[in-house]
């Protein structure tokens, strides 16, 4: 009938409707879902893995430096002090101002000479190899940090002004992060702000005392003491000084290692160190005052510093995805007691290893990686150096008779080549047959006329610490 058709027409309608309207919501929905997608794949991506370096000197201003190159990464450079002045003879070899593209401004003196002091006052002038334009540069450590922290900052990594008081692993903080709390410091103020923050990477660039060594469980080594006053002397005191440097060994001075007196800007720096016998630092200091004498007589002592000094690697240097570099990782020679080449060396090997094995930011480093293509390449580049120099301490820096042939070797130009050139481009040198033979035997009898000039060393009583060296 004309009823049920009209009944039926409206049906149609209603079902179509309904089809039409649960369609367009279908797509709506559809539309919806696929937009939402799309933002959580553009916050994926937005969302950066970190990494915190922990310390601002070479080590870690380096390090930051090298990771700031990557946009695809997150990175956090903490400096408790960031005007900190390191005791430090500050001393830097030439091929450094190039690697490291270091303005002329940071160096406040060119050392061409140098002036080696046996325990007798025997004087040995070297220098006479360098080329025109060779030189050590002397710098402040104030200075030379700042530029390098600041050159980081500048490439986009964050600058924290704080001191990392508590640090978690992952496998402590169970989510695969690294757990930081620090106390963060506005400018003028002494009290800091408690802070925490979460990051996927580690650098502990923290020095001997580092808070990411113990962390990981890096181990412990043996250190030195390493004793500074900065004084002030007169301009025509600082004549003197004007291109050269002065190094005393005595066991006055130290039992096993060997007083400076380094110019610096307006002021000289006159230190010394010991392992063995730390608690009379401050005797040995004494005894480089007085053997210094009238060149530094009537200074003003304008600062005095202090720090402790890594002897040797520690047994541990990466653990999961945290690395050290630095006096963290004990990268101070012995023999020379050098560590800030060696520290920004270390810091920018291990940023850049992060970043190859980060590919862009896409992945995390494991620890693999880490040795592979950080502590491997740097053991390979300078583990003679660190072994040359050892042996050389443990033979010339063990007595006074020793230590007077060391300076009466000195006067020999293949020596002093020898010497200024591994220094200077940090390549251990020497590769004369005919030369080395000889420095053999000038070497035993130097041995022989040193033992016969010197007076034996002073004994002391610490058996504690004289058994610490390692």
């Known amino acids: 009938s004309k009823l049920q058709v009209a009944i039926m027409f409206v049906r149609t309608v209603v079902a179509a409707s309904a089809l039409a309207v649960a369609a367009a919501f279908s797509t709506k929905a559809g539309l919806n879902g696929a937009r939402m997608a799309r933002q959580a794949q553009r916050q994926t991506m937005e969302m950066k893995y970190s990494v915190a370096v922990i310390g601002g000197g070479?080590?870690?201003?380096?390090?930051?430096?090298?990771?700031?190159?990557?946009?695809?990464?997150?990175?956090?450079?903490?400096?408790?002090?960031?005007?900190?002045a390191k005791p430090c003879g500050g001393a830097i070899p030439l091929c450094m101002v190039d690697e490291f593209d270091l303005p002329e401004d940071i160096i406040d003196r060119k050392v061409?000479?140098?002036?080696?002091?046996?325990?007798?006052?025997?004087?040995?002038d070297i220098g006479q190899t360098l080329k025109p334009n060779e030189y050590i540069g002397m710098t402040r450590r104030e200075i030379l940090d700042g530029f390098l922290r600041e050159r980081?900052?500048?490439?986009?990594?964050?600058?924290?002004?704080?001191?990392?008081?508590?640090?978690?692993?992952?496998?402590?903080?169970?989510?695969?992060?690294?757990?930081?709390?620090?106390?963060?410091?506005?400018?003028?103020?002494?009290?800091?702000?408690?802070?925490?923050?979460?990051?996927?990477v580690l650098i502990g660039a923290d020095g001997a005392n580092s808070r990411v060594a113990s962390a990981i469980g890096a181990g412990e080594y043996n250190f030195a003491i390493a004793f500074q006053e900065r004084i002030r002397i007169t301009d025509e005191q600082m004549k003197f000084y004007e291109e050269l440097a002065e190094m005393y060994v005595g066991d006055d001075v130290s039992p096993d290692f060997y007083g400076w007196v380094f110019p610096k800007y307006d002021h000289v720096g006159v230190g010394t160190g010991t392992v063995i016998n730390r608690p009379a630092i401050k005797d040995y200091q004494k005894a480089i005052r007085d053997r210094a004498g009238a060149k530094i007589a009537g200074g003003k002592i304008i600062k005095v510093e202090a720090h402790p000094i890594p002897e040797h690697y520690r047994p541990k240097r990466a653990a999961?995805?945290?690395?050290?570099?630095?006096d963290a990782a004990g990268y101070v020679?012995?023999?020379?007691?050098?560590?800030?080449y060696f520290a920004a060396k270390s810091g920018r090997m291990a940023g850049e290893a992060v970043v190859k094995a980060m590919k862009g930011g896409s992945r995390l480093p494991t620890e693999k990686d880490i040795r592979d293509l950080y502590l491997k390449p740097y053991d390979k580049l300078y583990g003679a150096t660190y072994t040359v120099l050892d042996i050389l301490q443990k033979v010339f820096y063990s007595n006074?008779?020793?230590?007077?042939?060391?300076?009466?070797?000195?006067?020999?130009?293949?020596?002093?080549?020898?010497?200024?050139?591994?220094?200077?481009?940090?390549?251990?040198?020497?590769?004369?047959?005919?030369?080395?033979?000889?420095?053999?035997?000038?070497?035993?009898?130097?041995?022989f006329r040193g033992n016969a000039l010197a007076e034996p060393d002073r004994e002391f009583s610490n058996p504690k610490e004289s058994l610490n060296r390692i």
């Open 58 to 84: 070479p080590a870690g201003a380096c390090a930051a430096d090298a990771l700031a190159e990557c946009k695809g990464i997150d990175t956090f450079i903490f400096e408790r002090k960031f005007d900190n």
């Open 112 to 124: 061409r000479k140098m002036k080696m002091i046996s325990p007798t006052n025997r004087e040995v």
């Open 152 to 200: 980081a900052i500048e490439k986009g990594a964050v600058g924290v002004n704080g001191l990392v008081t508590t640090i978690k692993t992952p496998e402590e903080t169970g989510n695969g992060k690294y757990f930081l709390e620090y106390q963060e410091y506005e400018k003028n103020k002494s009290v800091g702000v408690r802070k925490q923050m979460e990051v996927d």
């Open 320 to 326: 999961g995805r945290a690395m050290l570099v630095g």
């Open 333 to 340: 020679t012995k023999c020379s007691g050098e560590g800030i």
């Open 400 to 447: 006074n008779g020793a230590r007077e042939a060391f300076v009466e070797m000195c006067e020999s130009e293949y020596v002093q080549k020898v010497t200024f050139d591994s220094y200077l481009y940090k390549k251990v040198q020497g590769n004369n047959p005919v030369e080395d033979i000889k420095l053999l035997f000038t070497t035993v009898g130097s041995l």
